[in-house]
C-alpha cells in the first residue's frame, strides 16, 4: 500500500523547503509536546476522576451507602483510562516521528504536567480517541454515512469509470484527520492524496494505517471522559474496537498517500488536481477566502470542488487570533467571483461529529454541501462561464429538492424526477470497504 511513512515531511516548492530545513528545530519540539501530550493523557484524565472520587469519600456514610454502585462505576472508569494509555503506548511505541536515541522502550509517562503542555493539548489528545472511532470503528458507521457519502456519491457521479481510468483521477482531501475518507476514495480506484496539519491526527492515523495489522485489534474507551447526560453507568464506559476495516489487509485499489502540513503553505502548484474533497474543513481558516483561491487554483480546468460541513469558523472569538466569518450566502458569492461555477448546494444536511452515540446530549449540525466546478479552458477561452444552476441567493434545502425540482420543470412525471435526482441518492459506491460493504 502505497501509504504515509514516518518520518514525513509536507510536499514543498523549493523556498518552503528551505524554510522547512531552517524551522525543523521548532517542529520538533512541536511534534514532542504533542508526543508528551499523549503520554500525559492517564495522569490528566485521572485528575478529573480524583475530584469526583474525593468529593464522594466527604459524604455522610448514609449518603455513601446509596452510592455504592456509583463508586464501583468510578473504579471502572479508572480502568477505562488505564487501558486508553496502554493503547496511546502502542501508538507511540515506535517513536514515529523524529525518534530520539532514548526511545528503546515503552515511551516515558509523566505524574506531572510536561513542560510547553496546556489544556487545549490535552484536549485534542482526548479528542483524537474520539475521532478513532468516528472514523475507525463499526460505532462511527452511522456518521461516517452521513458526512462522507454525499462526497463520495457525487465524485463518482462525476467521475465515472467508463469515461475514464480512476487513477488518473487526482483527488486532495485537506484536513484529512484520521485519513478515513481519502482512504474510502482510494479505495474505489482514484489517485489520492490526505494533507493534515495536526499531529495529534497523523501521529494517530500513521498507527491505523501502517501498524494494525488485523481488524478489531484494539479496544478504546472514547466517552470515559464524559460524566454528564448517561442514562446507564455502562454509556460512559463503553468499549470501542477499532481499526473495524484493516488496510494493511485491504490495500487501496488507487494510489494512497498523507501529507503533513499546512494547506496553504503546501498547495501552491496550479491545476494539479482533478478534485478537492473538504469535509469539516472549510471553517478552518481565519480568512476562508484564502482556502477557496488556492482550491481554485491547485484544480485544473473542469475539476470540482465538493464540499460538506457546518461554519463552525474555529478561530472566531478565539483569543489574538483573527477571524472573518461569512454567512452561506456570502460564501457563494465569494466562491462565484473567485470564478467558480456552483453546479450544485443543499443546506439541511443532518450531520453529527465524534458524538456519543448514548449520550442524553445530541448535537446535530445542519450541515452546508455543495458541488462546485472551475470552468474549463474552452469556457475560459470564449470569455463565458456556464451561469450557476443556483444563484448565490437560493438556499436549497435537503428536504425541499425534489419540490423544487417539480416546479421547475412542471412537465416531467413522478418516475422522471426520480430518475433525475438518482445519481447523487443512490451512485454504486461502497463507504466501506471489502471487509465490511454499506
Not at 480502568?79 to 507511540?92: K, S
Not at 465569494?334 to 461555477?341: A, K, L, N, R
Amino acid at each position: 500500500m502505497d501509504c504515509a511513512t514516518f518520518p514525513m515531511h509536507p510536499k514543498m516548492d523549493e523556498q518552503l523547503a528551505r524554510t522547512f530545513v531552517i524551522n525543523e528545530e521548532e517542529e520538533e519540539r512541536h511534534i514532542q509536546k504533542v508526543q508528551n501530550a499523549f503520554l500525559y493523557y492517564g495522569p490528566y484524565a485521572c485528575q478529573r476522576l480524583k475530584r469526583s472520587m474525593d468529593y464522594l469519600n466527604s459524604l455522610s456514610g448514609e449518603d455513601q451507602v446509596m452510592l455504592t454502585k456509583y463508586r464501583g462505576h468510578l473504579q471502572c472508569v479508572r480502568t477505562c483510562i488505564d487501558r486508553n494509555q496502554a493503547v496511546i503506548r502502542e501508538i507511540l511505541r515506535g517513536r514515529v516521528l523524529y525518534p530520539t536515541d532514548e526511545a528503546t522502550g515503552d515511551p516515558s509517562e509523566f505524574d506531572e504536567p510536561p513542560p510547553n503542555v496546556r489544556h487545549g493539548d490535552m484536549d485534542q489528545a482526548q479528542s483524537t480517541l474520539k475521532l478513532i472511532a468516528r472514523d475507525w470503528s463499526t460505532e462511527g458507521a452511522l456518521e461516517r454515512e452521513q458526512s462522507y457519502k454525499p462526497i463520495i456519491d457525487s465524485i463518482v457521479a462525476y467521475f465515472k469509470h467508463s469515461d475514464i481510468e480512476l487513477k488518473e483521477i487526482k483527488i486532495l482531501v485537506p484536513g484529512a484527520g484520521l485519513g478515513r475518507l481519502t482512504y474510502e476514495l482510494a479505495c474505489l480506484g482514484y489517485s489520492c492524496e490526505g494533507n493534515e496539519f495536526s499531529y495529534f491526527m497523523l501521529i494517530a492515523s500513521n498507527f491505523v494505517l501502517n501498524l494494525c495489522d488485523y481488524e478489531n485489534k484494539y479496544v478504546l474507551y472514547p466517552w470515559v471522559h464524559q460524566y454528564v447526560n448517561n442514562l446507564r453507568r455502562e454509556d460512559q464506559v463503553a468499549a470501542v474496537r477499532f481499526p473495524d476495516v484493516c488496510p494493511l489487509k485491504n490495500p487501496p485499489k488507487g494510489h494512497f498517500e498523507i501529507a503533513a502540513g499546512d494547506f496553504l503553505e503546501v498547495y501552491k502548484t496550479p491545476n494539479a488536481y482533478n478534485c478537492v474533497a473538504t469535509c469539516f474543513f472549510i471553517d478552518c481558516a481565519n480568512n476562508v477566502i484564502d482556502f477557496i483561491r488556492t482550491i481554485y487554483k491547485i484544480l485544473v480546468p473542469g475539476g470540482i470542488w465538493v464540499n460538506l460541513g457546518p461554519l463552525l469558523y474555529h478561530f472566531s472569538d478565539v483569543s489574538g487570533q483573527n477571524s472573518i466569518e461569512p454567512a452561506f450566502e456570502d460564501l457563494c458569492i465569494i466562491m462565484e467571483s473567485v470564478g467558480f461555477v456552483i453546479e450544485k448546494s443543499r443546506t439541511g444536511i443532518r450531520t453529527k461529529y465524534a458524538q456519543n452515540p448514548s449520550s442524553m446530549k445530541q448535537s446535530e449540525y445542519q450541515s452546508l454541501f455543495w458541488v462546485c466546478r472551475k470552468p474549463d479552458l474552452f469556457e475560459e477561452q470564449r470569455g463565458k462561464r456556464k451561469a450557476s444552476r443556483e444563484p448565490h441567493d437560493l438556499i436549497v434545502r435537503e428536504d425541499s429538492e425534489a419540490e423544487e425540482e417539480g416546479e421547475q420543470q412542471p412537465e416531467r412525471n413522478e418516475t422522471e424526477e426520480k430518475q433525475q435526482l438518482k445519481p447523487l441518492a443512490t451512485a454504486n459506491c461502497e463507504t466501506e470497504i471489502k471487509a465490511q460493504p454499506s
